[in-house]
């Protein structure tokens, strides 16, 4: 990296914000990840603004981090800065019956904000272990929903430092995909539209889902959450078990005995574990079922 860089980014930003060869591992659910060369935690869309900047004066790339969920970090990190969006962007202000939330909200705070201000619709991703702004970017969903059906806009600031405010309309989702995963932009603020409920029957909807959840996914194991997309007229984790693959492992990564669905990280995997155990599974699911599995999880970083 730079050294011009860091040292120009010490002198405009906090300490407290910057990290040099941050490992990577302690800021994803998987606990897997080599080190980020700078990693900086910004506090507001200002600030977003001005690194972007300075990092495109310095030639330097930038790779985006919310809470860590659904992507693997290669084993030799990333090189570059890594904006990683934590509490100092994750407020969530009531506005009628939408929500103005920071990138850098956990979707289970949103969901809770949301009941307990009596307004449905945030109920599926209470279990999610994600960001706002991951979840867009993915359409992250749940439970026969997704982030599709409540987010009204979303406002980004391009890498030239421009911000833009997109409509529901303009963001092209579908199936684990967005407009935002073919536009380099970062995902600053979105307004959620959700609806008018009663609070206690919210909060029991919740509390089915979570519930169902905590029985069926192997919670008490770090995860990228859902390995792979569903199929098309199948289940991604029912052809893995069909398959007999439950418990197969490659280092410290190993197919979920709860939940064949989930590469769970049994003790010290590596991101070259999880990657061949995946490369397993798709070709001895495809030999068995002629169904070829793509990853759900994003793969980023250098081997």
Known sequence: MNKDFVRACESVFDAAQLFIDAPLRFHTTFRIGGPADLLFYPKNTEEVQKIICMAKEYGEPITLLGNGSNILVRDGGIRGLVIRFGKKMADVTLDGADLIVGAGALLRDVAAFAQQNS??????????????????????????????????????????????????????????????????????????????????????????????????????????????????????????????????????????????????????ASASDVQRLIAAVQKRVYAKHAVELFPELRVIGEP
Do not use: W
């Open 119 to 268: 307004l449905s619709g945030m109920e599926f991703a209470c279990g999610i272990p994600g960001s706002i702004g991951g979840a867009i970017f993915m359409n992250a969903g749940a439970y026969d929903d997704e982030m599709k059906s409540v987010v009204a806009s979303v406002r980004t600031v391009s890498r030239d430092g421009v911000e833009r405010l997109y409509a529901a309309t303009e963001l092209d989702f579908g199936y684990r995909h967005s407009i935002f995963q073919s536009r380099d932009e970062v995902i600053c603020e979105t307004r959620l539209h959700l609806r008018e409920a009663d609070r206690d029957m919210i909060l029991e909807r919740m509390t089915d889902l979570n519930h169902r959840r905590e029985s069926k996914q192997p919670l008490f194991y770090p995860s990228a959450g859902s390995t792979f997309k569903r199929p098309p007229g199948y289940f991604a984790g029912t052809l893995i078990e069909q398959t007999g693959l439950k418990g197969l492992t490659v280092g410290g990564a190993q197919v979920s005995q709860k939940h064949a669905g989930f590469i769970i990280n049994i003790g010290n």
